[in-house]
């Protein structure tokens, strides 16, 4: 492990139309809105606290799990759903009965692609390490488990997982006081289960290990939690969600960078976890200098025993101009941010290529969807919509599409994934795009599968050529 020195000196990516991406900023301020989650709303489970976070947005919807410390003295998990962050003020607090154990907590959750299953991964009281599967996140007494992941050996707390093509990676703090982070390994294949002997990540530091792939660079970052000045966030970096890790800063979340929008209501950023742009087992985030970071706070760290001391959730944000998540979709859309005015938010490549949302191209708004670097055809802007898709339902697309240079055919496409196998239904036909001005792919198709449907992509794509265009105003509903 190498701890650096300074910033980044180059970036990874170069966009057409758009600015590098900018290396990451090691002492950024942290701009605090007020708690969106508060204590005491659904007692007895939260009565000290809420505290350990984990959010996704699908389906229109914020979905957070959390731990809560109960009036007993232990901790126990709940839910709570909401169509905006500021919602989650008045929203209702669910204890997750259908998996609920006298100690289970520090909860994350994913949707797992391979299998088209929602997964919460946490620590418990049977099997140390556990997991609960559903296929409806919005319910919250639609989940199995718990399951046991099948590990032992420096066991502790805050088990975290992230997957890229072929692996997925799992992270936890040990209970030895070592200061260690330990990893460890298996395949997508063999996920949940597989997994390797641990082997040492980090050293000298704490707990609370996320790790997350930056679509604007490309990067993973390790964003872990240490307790030498109240608690705070390190950032750390690899090329791999494996590492090796190289430290960017050791206080990059601190109390001395947050400058508060309302009340000085936490002088700690504790256990947290930052806005996805997507909802699946690979944990992209837009930009790390973007970061929207859920995470609990307090003012009150001496105050009483451990379990006691008095947390609540808020986010804080290490940039101007708004918030990065998208606003709600209309009723019935499917897509995350389709007119790009949040930039790639809910936006990824199927395949290889590059996204960015660049001005002075944009149909409506100010921000379009650029895609370049294309090697394949099939190669373009993707969104996955798994979770959200209802069998045997007719669907409508409009994307509006515009080629960089020159005259191109383009083409909207749902891939299914169905027991292990994949097919294509055309959404809107192939079209013909030029550069001079902004074509509007439509069409309906009904959506239907008959078996497990373990994944499906929107996706938008050329005929045959490898060139770049720009999208905007998309829509699938």
């Given at each position: 492990m190498v701890t650096w020195a300074g910033v980044l000196a180059s970036c990874c990516l170069v966009f057409a139309g758009a600015p590098v991406a900018a290396a990451p900023n090691p002492n950024p301020t942290w701009h605090v809105d007020d708690p969106i989650l508060h204590r005491s709303q659904a007692e007895p489970f939260d009565h000290f606290a809420v505290k350990d976070p984990t959010i996704v947005f699908s389906g229109g919807r914020y979905h957070m799990f959390y731990t809560g410390a109960n009036a007993s003295g232990g901790w126990q998990m709940l839910y709570s759903s909401a169509p905006t962050l500021d919602g989650f003020r008045t929203a209702p607090h669910v204890f997750l009965s259908k998996i609920g154990e006298g100690y289970f907590a520090a909860p994350e959750v994913f949707f797992f692609e391979p299998q088209g299953l929602w997964y919460l991964i946490y620590q418990d009281g049977a099997f140390g390490a556990a997991y609960a599967t559903t296929t409806n996140i919005a319910d919250p007494n639609s989940w199995s488990g718990p399951k046991s992941l099948g590990i032992s050996g420096n066991l502790g707390w805050d088990y975290y997982v992230i997957c890229d093509a072929t692996m997925c990676?799992?992270?936890?703090?040990?209970?030895?006081?070592?200061?260690?982070?330990?990893?460890?390994?298996?395949?997508?294949?063999?996920?949940?289960?597989?997994?390797?002997?641990?082997?040492?990540?980090?050293?000298?530091?704490?707990?609370?290990?996320?790790?997350?792939?930056?679509?604007?660079?490309?990067?993973?970052?390790?964003?872990?939690?240490?307790?030498?000045?109240?608690?705070?966030?390190?950032?750390?970096?690899?090329?791999?969600?494996?590492?090796?890790?190289?430290?960017?800063?050791?206080?990059?979340?601190?109390?001395?960078?947050?400058?508060?929008?309302?009340?000085?209501?936490?002088?700690?950023?504790?256990?947290?976890?930052?806005?996805?742009?997507?909802?699946?087992?690979?944990?992209?985030?837009?930009?790390?200098?973007?970061?929207?970071?859920?995470?609990?706070?307090?003012?009150?760290?001496?105050?009483?025993?451990?379990?006691?001391?008095?947390?609540?959730?808020?986010?804080?944000?290490?940039?101007?101009?708004?918030?990065?998540?998208?606003?709600?979709?209309?009723?019935?859309?499917?897509?995350?941010?389709?007119?790009?005015?949040?930039?790639?938010?809910?936006?990824?490549?199927?395949?290889?290529?590059?996204?960015?949302?660049?001005?002075?191209?944009?149909?409506?708004?100010?921000?379009?969807?650029?895609?370049?670097?294309?090697?394949?055809?099939?190669?373009?802007?993707?969104?996955?919509?798994?979770?959200?898709?209802?069998?045997?339902?007719?669907?409508?697309?409009?994307?509006?599409?515009?080629?960089?240079?020159?005259?191109?055919?383009?083409?909207?496409?749902?891939?299914?994934?169905?027991?292990?196998?994949?097919?294509?239904?055309?959404?809107?036909?192939?079209?013909?795009?030029?550069?001079?001005?902004?074509?509007?792919?439509?069409?309906?198709?009904?959506?239907?599968w008959s078996g497990t449907l373990s994944s499906a992509t929107f996706y938008v794509e050329t005929a045959s050529s490898t060139s770049s265009f720009n999208l905007d105003d998309a829509s699938f509903k």
């Open positions: 990676y799992m992270y936890n703090s040990p209970s030895d006081g070592s200061r260690r982070i330990f990893l460890r390994t298996t395949t997508l294949a063999r996920f949940p289960v597989g997994w390797s002997a641990s082997s040492v990540a980090l050293t000298d530091t704490f707990e609370g290990t996320n790790v997350y792939r930056s679509i604007a660079d490309g990067q993973y970052y390790l964003v872990v939690e240490d307790l030498l000045d109240n608690r705070y966030y390190e950032l750390w970096t690899s090329s791999s969600a494996g590492g090796p890790w190289m430290r960017i800063a050791e206080k990059w979340a601190w109390h001395g960078n947050l400058a508060f929008n309302g009340s000085n209501w936490t002088n700690n950023v504790s256990h947290g976890d930052i806005l996805r742009a997507g909802v699946n087992q690979r944990l992209e985030i837009n930009d790390i200098n973007r970061a929207d970071f859920l995470i609990q706070g307090s003012t009150q760290l001496a105050c009483c025993p451990y379990q006691q001391i008095p947390w609540d959730l808020g986010i804080i944000r290490n940039y101007t101009g708004g918030s990065s998540p998208p606003p709600p979709p209309p009723p019935g859309e499917l897509l995350t941010n389709g007119n790009i005015e949040s930039g790639t938010t809910g936006w990824a490549v199927f395949g290889s290529g590059s996204v960015a949302a660049v001005t002075g191209a944009a149909h409506g708004g100010t921000l379009s969807l650029s895609i370049t670097g294309r090697t394949a055809a099939w190669n373009g802007p993707r969104q996955v919509v798994t979770s959200v898709l209802t069998n045997g339902k007719t669907y409508t697309t409009n994307v509006w599409v515009k080629t960089q240079s020159g005259t191109d055919t383009v083409k909207a496409t749902l891939q299914l994934t169905v027991n292990g196998s994949s097919s294509f239904i055309a959404l809107a036909p192939p079209t013909a795009v030029n550069a001079s001005g902004w074509t509007l792919l439509t069409g309906t198709a009904t959506v239907a």
